[in-house]
């Protein structure tokens, strides 16, 4: 096991991809380490956003990877390879789900889990990277004005075991970190492209000369995104140059 193979829970922290970072700095810690908590008090999204989590309800973990054998080029596999270990967690229990790209879990129109990679990059090579996932299990209202959020418990109306979801979520991590190491790259890029929200479906879109209709085609290299608008223009975009409308 290489994803799990520390845990370091706290009861709460105000982030636990700051603590993990902050940790990184003074000390060693072994790869596949997850420092995880039940509760944030500065969770971080994206962008500069917040990550919404009440107290107890969800998980909240952040994985420590040195991915020496990648180069910084190809440092989005990291989150295909993510992305695809909690898909394969939440199929576990309901039907199915799908990547928003870049690395939004959706199910149907609603978000389910939420990715923060941050890599350290020095030179050609990747240091480390802290993948942050903040995963809803059982939270059944949201405050914020984060736009869809869902739950596992929402979607079922089941109330889930944290403790048995996190053992779960990271042997699925594990598996799909494993298939990444092996040089099984191209499978990992094959599989999140066909979970990709919309693809092939002509939907909305926003793009710096304003709102179109397109269809998602592909991934390509460095994970920028391949659209095609309606008269058959293709464009590629990287993370913020482009925007799902609702
Ligand atoms: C997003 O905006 O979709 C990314 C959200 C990532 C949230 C997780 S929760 C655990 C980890 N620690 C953080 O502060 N953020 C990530």
Not at 31 to 51: D, M
Not at 62 to 85: A, N
Request: net charge neutral; with cysteine.
């Amino acid at each position: 096991m290489i994803i799990g193979s520390n845990l370091l829970f706290f009861e709460n922290l105000p982030s636990t991809n700051i603590q993990t970072s902050d940790i990184l700095r003074k000390n060693n810690l072994q790869e596949g380490t997850i420092i995880y908590t039940n509760y944030q008090s500065a969770g971080k999204g994206y962008s500069g956003n917040s990550w919404e989590s009440e107290k107890d309800k969800n998980l909240l973990i952040s994985i420590v990877l040195f991915p020496s054998f990648m180069k910084p080029e190809d440092q989005f596999y990291i989150s295909m390879t993510i992305s695809l270990g909690i898909c394969d967690f939440l199929l576990r229990f309901i039907p199915g789900c799908s990547i928003k790209w870049p690395n939004d879990i959706y199910v149907n129109n609603d978000k389910i889990a939420g990715i923060l990679i941050e890599n350290s990059v020095s030179g050609n090579k990747i240091d480390f990277t802290i993948a942050g996932i903040g995963l809803n299990i059982n939270q059944e209202k949201f405050l914020s004005n984060a736009p869809n959020p869902v739950s596992l418990c929402l979607l079922s109306g089941i109330s889930y075991d944290l403790p048995a979801c996190m053992n779960k979520l990271v042997t699925d991590l594990d598996k799909r970190y494993k298939q990444l190491i092996t040089g099984n790259s191209s499978e990992i890029k094959k599989e999140y492209i066909s979970k990709l929200y919309r693809l092939n479906e002509w939907s909305k879109f926003k793009d710096i000369r304003g709102n179109f209709t397109g269809r998602i085609l592909t991934v390509g290299d460095y994970g920028r995104i391949k659209i095609e608008k309606q008269n058959r223009e293709i464009n590629e975009y990287s993370f913020k140059e482009i925007e799902f409308i609702h």
